[in-house]
């Protein structure tokens, strides 16, 4: 079945830096990737979303890339914001349109 | 449009009790899944209703059940509570069982075991 890797499981940036958190996945049938956002004291939010067909996609300060030949796909969040603080989470769907989880990045937006 | 709803928002019960959990979707959405999040594990799936009949079930005891309603609304049930059951119970809810369906995220119901 599928397995999703996710890395750091902490990742500390300079606030106006950049972060990039990885995941990898082993299904290679597997073709839609979302990123969720958790604040404290809520439930995940979707992010942005790719789909196997789409290297890249954009949304505005956010962006996810996908290597299907690798299997791993990335988020990247540019010019860092307090309120960029929380945990991520990547997934990915497997055969029977489950999402499997990554075990989440807290990231820390440092003043 | 409300949100997913989950009741209650926060449980304290002991050891060998049984409790349940509610959900109600956003109106319109028909499928509901359930997850665990605990801090070392992350958020384990648990089970995905559509229309009143469950399609997944994850890899979790017989303990932990649950069911949909005609009006999409889901409960989830744990029976014979034990320490390890303390977590976030997340629902969420989306329109079809596809792939691509965003799913929405309800706050998610505290439960501590003693």
């Known amino acids: 079945g599928e397995n999703v890797e996710q890395h750091p499981s902490t990742l500390s940036v300079q606030e106006g830096d950049s972060a990039v958190i990885k995941c990898t996945y082993s299904?290679?049938?597997?073709?839609?990737f979302p990123w969720y956002k958790q604040e404290l004291g809520k439930g995940p939010q979707l992010i942005i979303d790719?789909?196997?067909n789409v290297g890249e996609k954009k949304d505005q300060r956010i962006a996810v890339t996908l290597n299907k030949t690798a299997k791993h796909f990335s988020l990247h969040i540019t010019e860092t914001q307090p309120e960029d603080s929380a945990v991520y989470f990547c997934?990915?769907?497997?055969?029977?349109?489950?999402?499997?989880w990554g075990a989440g990045t807290k990231l820390i937006i440092k003043p | 449009k409300a949100g997913v709803t989950q009741t209650p928002r926060y449980l304290i019960k002991t050891r060998g009790q049984q409790v349940t959990l509610s959900c109600s979707p956003i109106?319109?959405?028909?499928?509901v899944s359930w997850y665990q999040q605990t801090p070392g594990q992350g958020l384990q799936f648990l089970f995905e209703?559509?229309?009143?009949?469950?399609?997944n079930k994850g890899n979790f005891p017989g303990r932990f059940s649950g069911r949909q309603f005609s009006n999409s609304r889901s409960e989830m049930n744990v029976s014979t509570l034990e320490l390890g059951d303390s977590a976030l119970y997340l629902c969420?809810?989306?329109?079809?069982?596809?792939?691509?369906?965003?799913?929405?995220f309800g706050p998610g119901t505290r439960l501590l075991v003693l």
């Open positions: 209703y559509f229309s009143e009949t469950q399609r």
């Open positions: 790719i789909r196997s």
């Open positions: 997934a990915a769907a497997d055969s029977n349109y489950q999402l499997i």
């Open positions: 109106s319109g959405h028909r499928s």
């Open positions: 299904d290679s049938a597997s073709n839609y």
């Open positions: 969420a809810s989306s329109l079809f069982p596809r792939e691509e369906e965003t799913q929405y």
